[in-house]
C-alpha cells in the first residue's frame, strides 16, 4: 500500500478484538520470556515477567480499545472494504 492504515481492529467485534490481543499477548510474551531465559537466564517464572505479562495486556488492552475519531473510523472502513 501507498499509505499505513490506520487500526483495523478498531471496526471488529469486541469478541474479535479480544481473540486478537490473547494472540499477540501469547505472541510477544513467549518470545519476550524465551529470549530473557536464553541470553540472560531469567527464570521462566520469575516475578518480573509477571509484572510485564500484566503491563502488555493493559497495552494492548489500551491499543485495541482506544476509540478512532471519526474520520480515522471511516478512513478504516473503506481500507477494509478494498
Known amino acids: 500500500p501507498s499509505c499505513i ?12 478484538q479480544e481473540i486478537a490481543i490473547q494472540k499477540d499477548h501469547k505472541s510477544i510474551y513467549d518470545k519476550v520470556r524465551s529470549h530473557l531465559n536464553e541470553h540472560y537466564f531469567v527464570p521462566m517464572t520469575a516475578t518480573i515477567l509477571k509484572q510485564y ?8 488492552n ?4 482506544s476509540p478512532l475519531s471519526y474520520s480515522d473510523q471511516t478512513l478504516a472502513l473503506k481500507q477494509a472494504k478494498k
Not at 492504515?5 to 474479535?16: D, K, M, T, V
Request: charged residues 15%.
Open 5 to 16: 492504515r490506520i487500526n483495523q481492529s478498531a471496526i471488529r467485534p469486541r469478541h474479535q
Open 53 to 60: 505479562s500484566n503491563q502488555l495486556l493493559h497495552d494492548l
Open 62 to 65: 489500551l491499543s485495541y480499545f
